[in-house]
């Protein structure tokens, strides 16, 4: 059973770049969670997608945008890049039912300057 | 008031001892309640999952919800060095919003 990959693991970017952030979700999952882990604090829900559509969001701007493709695997855009975007961004997969089954990857750390 | 709270820490205890972890919640309407570990440097790993109130035990961790307090625990018996990382308590109401605490570093001493 192949797990939840994130590439790249770590990124630095400047203020008003733009970034793409990359996930393969484990085998048999076909939905995929983005969250944001600023230091020093627990995940924050970004977006789910489902069956290549957003399938809810949290609390965050526009310039958060994603994807999904008909393999499950699914990209986090983020556009206009701001210092607070430095965190660890994590992809979960997981079953269909909102239950909360997360299976997270390891992440990707963005350093904005 | 935070949706989640859960005290940081640190929490440094010796090898062996029973360990305590917490979180209280406001929202009535989670009813899907974990715990996940994370390592330094690494994704969270999901530990226990708990629907509605109740006990979960599993090998040396149980966790524990009581729904009408708004209070989640997670007890690890015998703890050991390798259980040193952050213990994150997360819920959901069933749908896809989950909601995370931020997390108590815990620390194991030989």
């Known amino acids: 059973e192949t797990g939840v990959t994130q590439s790249p693991t770590h990124l630095i970017k400047t203020r008003g770049q733009q970034v793409t952030l990359r996930c393969s979700s484990q085998?048999?999952?076909?939905?995929v969670s983005w969250y944001q882990q600023a230091l020093g604090q627990g995940p924050q829900f970004i977006f789910q997608?489902?069956?290549?559509?957003?399938?809810g969001r949290g609390n965050f701007p526009p310039r958060f945008s994603g994807l999904q493709f008909p393999n499950y695997s699914s990209e986090l855009n983020v556009n206009a890049l701001e210092l607070d975007d430095s965190a660890l961004y994590l992809c979960?997969?997981?079953?269909?039912?909102?239950?909360?089954?997360?299976?997270f990857g390891e992440g990707s750390r963005l350093t904005v300057l | 008031q935070k949706e989640v709270e859960q005290d940081p820490g640190p929490l440094s205890v010796p090898e062996g001892a029973i360990v305590s972890l917490n979180c209280t919640y406001s929202?009535?309407?989670?009813?899907?309640f974990m715990w996940y570990r994370q390592y330094s440097r690494k994704g969270p790993e999901l530990l226990m999952y708990?629907?509605?109130?109740g006990n979960k035990e599993d090998g040396r961790f149980t966790a524990q919800v009581d729904k009408s307090s708004k209070y989640i625990s997670l007890f690890i018996r015998d703890s050991q060095p390798s259980d040193s990382a952050t213990y994150l308590c997360?819920?959901?109401?069933?749908?896809?919003?989950?909601?995370f605490g931020a997390g108590t570093r815990l620390t194991v001493k030989p």
């Open positions: 997608y489902y069956r290549e559509e957003e399938n």
């Open positions: 997360a819920m959901s109401a069933g749908n896809n919003d989950m909601r």
């Open positions: 085998s048999g999952h076909n939905t």
């Open positions: 979960a997969s997981s079953l269909p039912g909102g239950t909360g089954e997360l299976f």
């Open positions: 708990t629907y509605s109130s």
């Open positions: 929202n009535s309407a989670f009813q899907y």
